[in-house]
DNA sequence: ATTTTATTGTACTAAGTTTCACAAAAACTT
DNA sequence: AAGTTTTTGTGAAACTTAGTACAATAAAAT
């Protein structure tokens, strides 16, 4: 079943289950598929294709049930709650990932950061930062598995090696150079520059009709 | 011709121009199809099919040209150089931004930031942060059309308002709300928390066989 | 009890995208 | 000059994904 959930269905399950998480704090207690679609930016349709793929059932006029969603997508997609990640290059992006606020909600939590220089660190922050020699030594006795890259352009290629060297498993790269996934290490490339073309490309081409 | 341009083609369009200008800069004259494929991570056929959509030939052994190759790119991708972009939320994650390395390349231009407070501004940045109360003046006076919307996720549907009032037709969402495209203003949403979520289920799903 | 309404579940349809496979042609070799 | 190699260009196939439309059915209303 599993092997057959790709990639952006995936994401739509993660989505779901943030929005179902809430709901719940609202008080909601069932949902239908055109609420979740709404949520998500999808049709309903799609919402209901997912959930009788995984053979979610809802009531015929009661739509879903929050706790039993709930419940099936945290078996199916897994707990992240305790899940640790390093973060590989303490610079500005880095720093402020390490504070994101999404991350204290109780996701996930950064475990430390690495930098060639161990500076940097806002007092506030209650994280270390290494040194990057100790890198894998920290990797290996915290089972760490995934790791955000925010070095320098330069460093990049030098240190998505040193993160597969010290058996990171996962990587979420926020430099500019487009690092390919391997059967031991999985990559998620997020580069921000191209993400401000392309937008630029969609506005211009989009036109000024409304303006 | 331009109608045909899918979302994940421009994309892979606006990474082959960035290729193609550090070949440049490398001295290199041609490059083919193969190396394109591998720098960005697609297979070769689909480079050529790309460029043979968009009718760009290349020579039957010699490979593309990467001067017409570069040239062409950007007539039909247009130039995002002298762009100016704001930033709504002058948090970590937005002053992180500001100071992206990427942008100093000539790419686009930060033109100012705004925040709720006009504060923590570092010195070193030339860069000015102003009340969101100018925010839809500054937008017209500097014919601003593309922003970054960083703050924190309490306030990111009033801030996503205010970024239309203010006459924005592309916003690079970094907040964990999902902010829907209008015929107005396009939305791209960069979710980090789903982001790694997301990474952390690829990991623990591709399991362990190589550690 | 019957009718109406709302919503799920899904077979079918449609569209889009990538890969395959190979002919065509240019450049190089002998 | 003939043959060999390399690489493009592309039609066809395969795959994937999303959308449509409607039957089934549960709940609500009368």
């Known amino acids: 079943m599993r092997g057959t959930l790709n990639k952006e269905l995936v994401i739509r399950l993660l989505k779901y289950r943030r929005i179902l998480t809430q709901l719940k704090s609202l008080g909601f207690e069932k949902v239908f598929s055109n609420n979740l679609g709404d949520a998500i930016g999808v049709a309903p349709a799609l919402v209901r294709k997912d959930f009788s793929l995984l053979v979610l059932g809802g009531n015929k006029r009661g739509g879903y049930n929050i706790d039993y969603l709930s419940e099936q997508l945290g078996l199916i997609l897994g707990k992240t ?31 430390a950061g690495f930098d060639v220089r161990p500076v940097g660190l806002p007092e506030s922050l209650s994280l270390k930062v290494y040194p990057i020699e100790e890198l894998a030594a920290f990797c290996n006795a915290n089972s760490i598995q995934v790791a955000i890259l925010a070095v320098p352009e330069e460093v990049a290629t030098e240190s998505h090696k040193l993160l597969k060297d010290s058996g990171i498993r996962g990587i979420l790269n926020f430099t500019p150079v487009e690092l390919k996934t391997t059967p031991n290490c999985i990559i998620h490339n997020i580069n921000i520059g191209v993400e401000i073309e392309n937008l630029f490309f969609q506005v211009i081409r989009n036109g000024l009709s409304g303006a």
Chains 1, 2 share one sequence.
Do not use: R
């Open 81 to 111: 709650n305790e899940q640790k990640i390093i973060i590989l290059g303490m610079g500005k992006i880095g720093t402020a990932i390490a504070q994101y606020k999404g991350f204290l909600q109780g996701d996930f939590e950064v475990a």
